[in-house]
C-alpha cells in the first residue's frame, strides 16, 4: 500500500501578481554611431562578460546608489554588450545587447542609464528592439515547491536539483520555452549571501513557490501581446489534492515525480497503459489556486511598466 504524506497550510495558497524578472533584448545601430556606443559602454563602472561580442560593461541601478560589485547576483546591474565578434557577426547578431532585471530596477533609471549611452537607446529599444529572453515569474505563498507536481506537454528535458531547496526545470536551456519552478523561499537566502545589507531581501515567514517561464520570443516587446499563454498549458497538481490509491505503481510514480519532475516521471511510462491513467490523475489534481489565464492578463500591465508607458487602452484592465 502507497502511503501519501500531506501537508497542511493554515489557508488557501495565494497567487501574487505577475512580474518581470529578466529581460534581454538586442538592436541594430548605424555604423555612424557604433563608435560612440562602444566607447561609452567601455567607460561603464562595472566589468560585465563580454560572450560573443567585443565590448562589455556595467552599471549599477539600484536606489542605495552602492559601487559596482555591492550586488554580486548582478539582479540590480545593468548589462551592455556591442560589436559582435566575426564569427557570431555572420549570423546577422544585432550590434548591441541590453540585459537586466526590470523587478529589481527602476524604469526611470533603465531610461536614464540607456539615455546616457545614447539619448535615443531606450525608446528605440521599447519599440524596435528584439526581445531574445524574458522572464516572467509569478510567486505562490503558502505551499511548498515539494508538495506540487508540473506537468507540460512536450517537453522531452527535465531535471530536479536540491542543492539550495528544490528547482525543477522544464525544457531545455535552448527551448524556446522553459520553467523553473523553485523555492523562493531558499533562494532569497541564498542570494541575500551575495549582496550588502541595503539590498538583501527579507526572508519570506511563509513557504513560497516560484513559477517562472523562460521565454526566448525573438519578437519585439509588445509584440508579445499577440501571443498565447504558455502558461495555459502548465498542469500544476496539488500533493494534498491527489487521491489516495491502494496501487504499489502510484506511490513509485509519485516518488519518480519527485526525482525527476512529473513531465520525466511520465515519460519513463510513456507507452503503458499507466500512462495515460496517472496523467489523468495529476490533471485531476490540478490545484484549485491555479488560474493561467489571470495570469496571463496582467502581461499589458509589465510590459507597459517597463517601457514606462501607460497600459495601451485594447490592453487595459
Given at each position: 500500500m502507497a502511503v501519501i504524506f500531506v501537508h497542511k497550510y493554515p489557508s488557501v495558497p495565494v497567487v501574487k501578481a505577475l512580474i518581470c524578472d529578466g529581460l534581454t533584448?538586442?538592436?541594430?545601430?548605424?555604423?555612424?554611431?557604433?563608435?560612440?556606443?562602444?566607447?561609452?559602454?567601455?567607460?561603464?563602472?562595472?566589468?560585465?562578460?563580454?560572450?560573443?561580442?567585443?565590448?562589455?560593461?556595467?552599471?549599477?541601478?539600484?536606489?542605495?546608489?552602492?559601487?559596482?560589485?555591492?550586488?554580486?547576483?548582478?539582479?540590480?546591474?545593468?548589462?551592455?554588450?556591442?560589436?559582435?565578434?566575426?564569427?557570431?557577426?555572420?549570423?546577422?547578431?544585432?550590434?548591441?545587447?541590453?540585459?537586466?532585471?526590470?523587478?529589481?530596477?527602476?524604469?526611470?533609471?533603465?531610461?536614464?542609464?540607456?539615455?546616457?549611452?545614447?539619448?535615443?537607446?531606450?525608446?528605440?529599444?521599447m519599440f524596435n528592439g528584439t526581445v531574445t529572453q524574458i522572464d516572467l515569474t509569478v510567486d505562490v505563498e503558502g505551499v511548498r515547491c515539494d508538495d506540487l507536481y508540473f506537468h507540460y506537454p512536450k517537453s522531452t528535458i527535465t531535471e530536479v536539483r536540491t542543492a539550495s531547496g528544490r528547482t525543477e526545470y522544464i525544457g531545455g536551456e535552448k527551448s524556446p520555452i522553459r520553467w523553473r519552478l523553485y523555492d523562493k523561499k531558499a533562494q532569497v537566502k541564498q542570494k541575500n549571501k551575495g549582496k550588502a545589507k541595503p539590498l538583501q531581501e527579507s526572508v519570506p515567514e511563509q513557504e513560497v513557490t516560484r513559477i517562472e517561464l523562460v521565454k526566448k520570443p525573438y519578437c519585439k516587446l509588445f509584440e508579445l501581446l499577440a501571443m498565447p499563454s504558455p502558461f495555459v498549458k502548465l498542469t500544476i497538481a496539488a500533493h494534498n489534492n491527489l487521491i489516495v490509491h491502494n496501487e504499489p505503481c502510484w506511490g513509485f510514480f509519485l516518488d519518480s515525480c519527485q526525482l525527476r519532475g512529473a513531465s520525466s516521471a511520465l515519460q519513463k511510462i510513456s507507452g503503458s497503459d499507466l500512462h495515460g491513467k496517472f496523467k489523468a490523475r495529476l490533471l485531476k489534481g490540478q490545484a484549485e489556486w491555479w488560474n493561467p489565464e489571470n495570469v496571463w492578463a496582467q502581461l499589458p500591465a509589465v510590459l507597459a511598466k517597463i517601457a514606462n508607458i501607460p497600459v495601451p487602452e485594447d490592453h487595459a484592465a
Open positions: 533584448m538586442t538592436i541594430d545601430v548605424p555604423v555612424g554611431k557604433q563608435q560612440q556606443i562602444k566607447k561609452c559602454i567601455q567607460e561603464l563602472p562595472g566589468k560585465a562578460p563580454k560572450g560573443n561580442y567585443h565590448v562589455s560593461g556595467s552599471l549599477p541601478l539600484n536606489n542605495q546608489y552602492l559601487p559596482s560589485g555591492a550586488d554580486k547576483t548582478g539582479e540590480t546591474d545593468l548589462i551592455l554588450q556591442c560589436d559582435p565578434m566575426d564569427k557570431y557577426n555572420k549570423n546577422n547578431m544585432r550590434f548591441l545587447r541590453a540585459k537586466w532585471n526590470p523587478a529589481k530596477t527602476d524604469p526611470l533609471e533603465v531610461r536614464a542609464a540607456l539615455c546616457s549611452v545614447a539619448p535615443w537607446l531606450f525608446d528605440e529599444l
